[in-house]
């Protein structure tokens, strides 16, 4: 059974994406996400190295670094390698809100071997 992502959620999203990156950094990098059925897909954008006054839009790269699927369990954390196939992250447990995997997330450390 698939359960539509909640808009409380979807707001708690996108702050944690709008704090990831210092404003004075923006104009290179940013982190932002795409709602896709029960999925928040979390995907950091760079500026080309070759043309740094290209204004934000689909010149700039994307790659997706985590997946947030939301269930009747709750909220699950996934991670892709590099040919974005997606791994469930296994020692972050399934939460009933966004925060727990969201912050699990953006831990440095890799969350896989």
């Known amino acids: 059974m ?3 992502v909640p808009e409380t ?3 708690r999203v996108r702050l944690w994406c709008q704090r990831r990156i210092p404003e004075r950094a923006q104009h290179q990098v940013r982190v932002e996400f795409e709602v896709r059925g029960h999925e928040v897909i979390l995907v950091e954008r760079r500026v080309p190295w070759d043309s740094p006054n290209t204004p934000f839009g689909s010149a700039w790269t994307a790659r997706p670094f985590a997946r947030l699927r939301h269930s009747a369990v ?3 954390l996934y991670w892709p390698d590099r ?3 997606w791994y469930l992250v296994g020692d972050v447990p399934a ?3 966004v925060p727990p ?3 699990a997330g953006a831990d440095p450390r890799p969350p896989f071997p």
Do not use: F, K, M
């Open 9 to 11: 959620d979807i707001a």
């Open 74 to 76: 709750g909220w699950r």
């Open 2 to 4: 698939v359960i539509a």
């Open 95 to 97: 939460a009933t809100s």
């Open 83 to 85: 040919n974005t196939r």
């Open 101 to 103: 995997p969201l912050e």
